[in-house]
């Protein structure tokens, strides 16, 4: 890249030379580089670590052993589950991590730095010490660096909560973790890498806010609770069969296995994992970024949605459509030279200055004594001019304050279409500081236009249609993000309000309800009203691309950057839209939905075997028989009714709207499926006792009527057929039936005599009625709750 005329003008020469090839190379080999010490994403070593290394498959890998010493290895077979389940798991994961890596290339942050007399752009892992380096309004300030030229504003509110901007001058120091507000400098990177300020302290500032995951609460409740019971009842149930009923050391161990292995939900963990994996390279294929894995579940839960005008509902390409002049002493030519000498003073870097610097093409290069960058705080930015006067450009309302009124009516003619204007003007006294009095001359209203995004329409009916409320929150005047708003379709774009009149938390605590546009608004506000709609207990999630909306993104339950926003934005946002467009939304939500509800039905089966293996382990602690099940045989049950099934609902597409109470459904859903299991095995036992059934027939018996079961849960769980699901049922069957008549005997599962096949087949019989007599008392008893909630 050529010099700039902002490179000319530096007189430093060490600043225009910057390093050379040589000096970089040098420091990258000493490690003296911008090295990240949080990475986006997990290493291929710490996935196999999190997969391999887990409590479960400990416990399934010394119930193995204790299977191998005995020499019973058939039994040892779920193992090739347990290992398969691993394997999958890693596969997916770094599947998963292969397309992260991608897409944050593609995202990454970069930084523009001087090197042999050039200003180039690197990523900024790539910046080494004593790179000068320029930043510009909307950076993140990513290595500890010194202000050799320039004046800058500097947020950094993510290091010390203080939300007030702070102007660093020449010899001031620039703290890694805060950003650019406003202005531009040139800086010297004095701390690189874990030497930074922002790397000292990740685990307070830059760690991400402790994700909010309904799901991953519940399965680890579950968890916990099975790990608390699993082993003390394993060694009860172990003890008993070996000393009380004297069953001798192998079949004791072979019992007690099969109980133990029963409770394990092998698969549920996994099959989350894999599922929010599989939804990161489905989202990275539609130009999605998942920076952190469950905000997917997260945004799939929203019923509230806050985003900015700019860059979200329009394209954020801003053109100068009109000037009107409002003083007769000024013409186009002077206005031109005047805007023309304010853009090219000024340094800042955003579309509604690119486009005055596209339309205002005249640099006069004027000398200036003093600048005033914009900033988002006070809406206006300007330059006091040697010889020439000070001139303002910004919101007129926030130029004039009490006289905005004489112009209010102009304003609004062209805010009513969508425009957004500015107030050209002159202030007679220099620019001493960003305070300013009456003393103001109006020159000209300069009118820009932001077009709407195409299809923008199609996505806000989307979320209209699944209940999902719409707020904008711009710092534009509001008039005009009504109309844009009411032109992209949102609803109740009608209903808006000028932030600036909203001085309280009271204040906005009573807008958030009744408007839906809110103008005007500072950073700071942005924040309450994210604050504010979570405190009435919506799940909300907010969209950004600017450095006015990082303590916003910050702070709502799932946060969404556009990957042509500001570093700042990209660096606090859970999801970064690649292409910047906030029609991807739907398919994010859609995504999640399919994830949470698909998981949903997938944990109800696991739970199923989860609850019948406790119970019955609890019961045959009582009862003077030995536990029914051999390891094998669940292999084969949990194989064909649970593992396959589950992977496939865990696939399907599914957008239904996501029910609250994630483990209360998972329970409610597999309760009935579970209890019925438990009631046939007791009754079989009880049968068994009376008539003098060998204990083998018992758990064959035992074993088809529970693989019959849940094939009979299977279905019910399927309901609504389509033809995969059918294929899927019928497949199962077929195959667990065949199994049972021609490999029985491999699965311990042995021939019945007529006896006990007319109390198989009278069982086979009533299971689906009693598990339809279960499952309308859970949901009596349900009803029943849910009255005396509402009573209360």
């Known amino acids: 890249m050529k010099l700039n005329e902002n490179i000319n003008n530096i007189q430093n020469q060490d600043i225009l030379q910057g390093l050379s090839k040589e000096e970089v190379d040098n420091r990258t080999k000493e490690g003296n580089y911008n090295k990240a010490v949080d990475s986006v994403s997990k290493t291929i070593k710490e996935i196999v670590i999190d997969n391999v290394f887990t409590f479960f498959n400990l416990l399934n890998l010394v119930l193995a052993t204790l299977i191998i010493l ?419 379709g949102i609803k109740n774009a009608d209903k808006y309000i000028d932030a600036s009149t909203l001085n309280t938390k009271e204040d906005i605590n009573r807008a958030v309800d009744k408007y839906t546009i809110f103008g005007r608004v500072k950073p700071e506000q942005k924040r309450e009203i994210i604050k504010s709609l979570k405190d009435k207990g919506h799940t909300v999630a907010m969209t950004g691309d600017g450095v006015n909306d990082v303590l916003a993104l910050k702070d709502s339950d799932c946060s969404i950057a556009m990957a042509s926003g500001s570093d700042a934005a990209r660096r606090t946002a859970q999801l970064v839209l690649t292409d910047s467009n906030f029609k991807s939304m739907p398919n994010v939500v859609k995504e999640g939905r399919r994830v949470i509800n698909n998981i949903e039905k997938s944990a109800s089966l696991f739970l199923v075997k989860t609850i019948y293996s406790f119970l019955l382990s609890v019961l045959f602690l009582i009862i003077m028989k030995p536990y029914p099940f051999v390891p094998i045989q669940l292999t084969l049950i949990s194989a064909l009714t649970i593992g396959i099934p589950s992977f496939f609902f865990a696939l399907e597409s599914n957008n239904n709207k996501i029910k609250q109470g994630f483990l209360r459904n998972i329970i409610k859903r597999s309760l009935s499926g579970a209890l019925t299991i438990v009631i046939n095995i007791l009754c079989v036992a009880f049968i068994s006792y009376k008539i003098n059934i060998p204990h083998s027939q018992v758990s064959s018996i035992s074993a088809i009527l529970t693989g019959f079961t849940g094939l009979v849960i299977l279905y019910r769980v399927s309901i609504p057929f389509n033809n995969q699901r059918k294929i899927l049922f019928t497949f199962m069957t077929v195959v667990f039936f065949s199994i049972v008549i021609l490999f029985g005997d491999r699965f311990m599962i042995y021939k019945l005599n007529f006896v006990q096949t007319i109390i198989l087949a009278v069982f086979m019989i009533i299971t689906p009625i009693t598990i339809k007599i279960i499952s309308s008392i859970v949901d009596k008893i349900k009803i029943l709750n849910r009255e005396h909630e509402n009573q209360i």
């Not at 380096?133 to 290091?159: A, P, R, W």
């Not at 120091?173 to 990177?189: D, E, N, P, R």
């Open 70 to 488: 005995v020499k019973s290895y058939e039994n040892a077979l779920f193992m090739g589950i347990v290992i398969s389940n691993t394997v999958i798991g890693i596969i997916q994961e770094i599947r998963a991590k292969k397309t992260i890596d991608k897409l944050s290339l593609v995202s990454a942050s970069k930084a523009k730095v001087i090197r042999e007399s050039k200003e180039v752009e690197v990523n900024t892992e790539d910046i080494v010490l004593d790179d000068i380096i320029k930043f510009s309004s909307g950076d993140e300030i990513s290595v500890d660096s010194i202000v050799l030229q320039g004046n800058v504003e500097v947020n950094e509110s993510l290091l010390t909560g203080e939300v007030d901007e702070i102007l660093k001058v020449e010899g001031d120091t620039l703290l890694s973790g805060s950003f650019i507000v406003s202005g531009t400098c040139y800086a010297k990177a004095d701390k690189v890498g874990e030497n930074s300020y922002a790397s000292r302290i990740t685990k307070e500032v830059k760690k991400r806010k402790k994700v909010n995951s309904e799901i991953m609460k519940s399965l680890d409740k579950i968890i916990k609770y099975i790990a608390i019971v699993i082993v003390p009842i394993g060694l009860i149930l172990f003890l008993k069969q070996m000393y009380l009923l004297d069953y001798g050391l192998k079949r004791s161990i072979v019992s007690t296995v099969a109980a133990v292995i029963g409770m394990i939900p092998e698969g549920l963990y996994l099959l989350t994992s894999i599922s929010l994996a599989v939804s990161v390279i489905r989202l990275g294929k539609r130009k999605v970024l998942v920076q952190e894995l469950h905000c997917i579940e997260t945004l799939a839960r929203v019923d509230m949605i806050c985003l900015d005008k700019t860059g979200t509902i329009t394209e954020g390409k801003m053109d100068v459509r009109e000037v009107i002049v409002l003083d007769e002493k000024y013409n186009d030519e002077n206005i031109n030279t005047i805007v023309g000498a304010i853009t090219h003073t000024l340094d800042d870097e955003n579309s509604t200055f690119n486009s005055l610097r596209r339309y205002f093409k005249e640099n006069p290069n004027w000398e200036y004594k003093n600048k005033v960058p914009f900033s988002s705080e006070r809406k206006w930015s300007g330059v006091s001019f040697k010889e020439k006067g000070s001139f303002i450009i910004g919101a007129p309302e926030f130029v004039l304050n009490e006289e905005y009124i004489s112009i209010k009516d102009k304003v609004e003619k062209y805010s009513s279409k969508g425009y957004r204007v500015l107030l050209l003007s002159k202030y007679n006294k220099d620019l001493t500081n960003d305070k300013l009095d009456k003393d103001i001359e109006k020159i000209a209203l300069i009118i820009i236009e932001d077009k709407i995004r195409d299809n923008v329409e199609k996505t806000f009916e989307f979320f209209e249609n699944q209940g999902v409320e719409i707020k904008v929150i711009s710092g534009d005047n509001p008039v005009t993000v009504s109309k844009i708003a009411k032109n992209a």
